[in-house]
């Protein structure tokens, strides 16, 4: 099955030459893509040859292949992971039914929503990143960037591929909508509001990286269950190229909170700022921030929605097959906390409906363990103070939480307390404008800004010092 066609206009492992209609839509949509590439993508370095993998196929080993292209030139394909004999569906009321290889009408219009939800995010991070090229502290740096710019676009490609191939007509304008969208539009806004934020500055770019990302991640994990097979497979693969993602943001912070911390030994009693690096506080209302807004991402606490996806098959736990030995979560409750007139309230709900909050329970214990290693970076140089994250209840938009106002412990305050204490913990205009000046662009091969500690490896195979960015 895995017969790659790497040559096509497309590339792609799904047979597209078998299907004239659909690869006649797909090459129509293709400058579209390109257009809006130019437009919204990086805005600069378009014309560089950049250090970037592509990938050309779906095996475990060797997917993907490293050398230097120009952005416009990536060859952006579409490939779904091998497919599993005879798959079943793992959960839900129909478990047990073959997978669904075609849209089940009942379910057409929601997971057309799944679908268009989850692609809408991959341009808009690209949109939300555009202007960071300018201020790279490393090559490597700036060439990850772009790597993870090409894959959402890649990510885009795999999400319009299932609209068009599964959903006709209505397919067709949902992908031409997903290149009319803009992050942050008045008029037309990306979907999903933590999608319309800015990205101003790297540490924002680590922290967007580290947690909205692993969000992604999170939710790739649960469609990649799905009884949807096309959506199963699509979802697996994209896995694939996201943990590179998530390591970008993770190691990038890692390595700020690393530099922080050898400033700090090294100069006891002096300010983080006199000396150009980033202080522990402006990282910690960092995380406060970018990790609130990707919890908002899963959704409210009790959800019919979830309930609904999860009894269609459509939408699983992380890791279902594998962690769970009950896979209908019938019978069962869980307790969520809840908001009753200002007050919390534990209520017991079945459990289908706070799959959300079972998804974001994986999600925050990831997040833990990166905790962990940067706080270990701070142990290390003999720092007392520690990172973490705020409550799941803190500065949230969506869901229980959103209709009061919660400390980072999680206790319940006034609003007026809260905008009261938001300087606190929140970057302001003066720390923007502070890591604005810092973050000069370091474009000679293998230097790295001051703020940031190097990375201690290289990207495909390559040292630190390499020519990542043909300048
Ligand atoms: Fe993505
Ligand atoms: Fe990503």
């Not at 600069?44 to 993907?64: M, P």
């Not at 004999?85 to 929503?113: C, H, S, W």
């Not at 942050?184 to 999903?192: C, E, F, V």
Request: proline content about 5%; charged content about 30%.
């Amino acid at each position: 099955m895995s017969n790659v066609d790497l040559f096509d206009k497309i590339p792609n492992n799904v047979d597209l030459k078998g299907d004239k209609k659909l690869q006649r839509a797909l090459e129509r949509w293709q400058p579209d893509y390109l257009s809006w590439w130019n437009e919204m993508g990086p805005v600069e370095y378009q014309d560089k040859d950049i250090y970037l993998r592509t990938a050309i196929d779906v095996d475990a080993e060797g997917w993907a292949q490293f050398g230097h292209v120009k952005m416009p030139d990536y060859r952006w394909g579409i490939f779904l992971a091998e497919p599993v004999p005879d798959r079943k569906i793992p959960f839900g009321d129909t478990m047990g039914q073959p997978a669904f290889q075609e849209v089940p009408g009942e379910y057409r219009n929601v997971l057309r929503r799944i679908i268009v939800n989850q692609a809408d995010t991959e341009p808009a991070s690209v949109e939300q990143q555009r202007w960071l090229c300018k201020t790279a502290p490393s090559l490597l740096d700036m060439r990850n960037l772009f790597q993870v710019n090409v894959e959402e676009g890649r990510h885009l490609w795999a999400m319009v591929y299932l609209l068009q191939k599964h959903f006709g007509k209505d397919g067709r304008e949902e992908a031409d909508e997903l290149l009319r969208r803009r992050s942050g539009d008045a008029d037309k806004p990306r979907i999903l509001n933590a999608f319309n934020n800015p990205c101003p500055d790297w540490m924002s770019f680590f922290s967007f990286t580290m947690f909205m990302d692993r969000d992604g991640k999170f939710q790739l994990a649960a469609l990649a269950e799905s009884g949807f097979d096309p959506l199963s497979r699509t979802c697996r693969f994209m896995l694939t190229e996201e943990a590179h993602h998530l390591s970008v943001g993770e190691t990038g912070l890692q390595r700020i909170v690393k530099r922080t911390a050898e400033l700090m030994k090294e100069n006891p009693g002096k300010e983080m700022k006199d000396l150009g690096a980033i202080p522990l506080e402006m990282i910690q209302k960092s995380i406060n921030y970018w990790f609130t807004y990707s919890l908002d991402l899963f959704g409210g606490e009790i959800s019919s929605n979830a309930a609904d996806y999860f009894a269609a098959g459509l939408k699983g736990r992380f890791r279902e097959e594998k962690k769970y030995d009950e896979h209908t979560a019938l019978d069962q409750t869980r307790v969520v906390t809840t908001v009753e007139d200002g007050k919390l309230v534990d209520r017991e709900v079945p459990l289908r409906t706070a799959m959300n909050e079972e998804l974001r329970d994986g999600y925050v214990e990831d997040c833990e363990r990166a905790l962990k290693m940067w706080n270990r970076e701070l142990e290390k140089a003999g720092v007392e103070q520690r990172l973490s994250l705020p409550h799941r209840r803190f500065h949230r938009h969506v869901g229980e939480y959103s209709k009061a106002s919660f400390d980072p412990e999680g206790n319940p305050i006034s609003a007026d307390a809260f905008e009261a204490r938001r300087p606190e913990w929140f970057l302001a205009d003066a720390d923007f404008e502070y890591l604005g000046s810092i973050m000069e662009p370091c474009h000679e091969v293998g230097k790295i800004a001051n703020w940031i500690s190097a990375p201690v490896k290289g990207v495909g195979g390559q040292p630190f010092d390499f020519e990542y960015v043909k300048l």
